[in-house]
Nanobody, 122 residues
C-alpha cells in the first residue's frame, strides 16, 4: 500500500510560481502528477521513475519540474510561469510498475492522493 497526501496548492497570478508536495508512505517506483480541470479528463503532466528519469507533458515542459526526495518521502512539483490553463486539481499517483501503457496513463497507477487545488488568475 502507498498512502499519499498533497499540499502546496493555492491561488497565484499568471506568471507566478508554486511548489506542490506529495508526502507518501510506502514505496512507489513510478510516481507522477496528474491534473484535472473542471469538466476535463485527468491529464498526466509529469512523471518520475525509480532511477530519477523524468518525463513531462508538452504543455508544461520547460515550466514544470518534478523531483523526489526518497529520504523524506516527498514528491515535488515546481511550477513556474503559471498560466490560467494550469488551473485544476493536482493529484499525485504511484505504482511499482507500469504495464503496457505510458507514464501519463492514469490506469497505470493504483495509488492516488486526494489532490490539491491550484487556481491561476489571469
Amino acid at each position: 500500500q502507498i498512502y499519499m497526501t498533497e499540499s502546496g496548492g493555492g491561488s497565484v497570478p499568471a506568471g507566478g510560481s508554486l511548489t506542490l508536495m506529495c508526502s507518501y508512505r510506502g514505496h512507489g517506483a513510478f510516481m507522477a502528477w496528474f491534473r484535472q480541470a473542471p469538466g476535463q479528463a485527468r491529464e498526466g503532466i509529469a512523471g518520475i521513475n525509480g532511477a530519477g528519469a523524468t518525463a513531462y507533458a508538452g504543455s508544461v515542459k520547460g515550466r514544470f519540474f518534478i523531483s523526489r526526495d526518497a529520504t523524506k518521502r516527498i514528491l515535488y512539483l515546481r511550477m513556474n510561469a503559471l498560466k490560467s490553463e494550469d488551473s485544476g486539481d493536482y493529484v499525485c499517483a504511484a505504482d511499482n510498475g507500469l504495464g503496457a501503457g505510458n507514464w501519463y496513463d492514469s490506469f497505470e497507477y493504483n495509488y492516488w492522493g486526494h489532490g490539491t487545488r491550484v487556481t491561476v488568475s489571469s
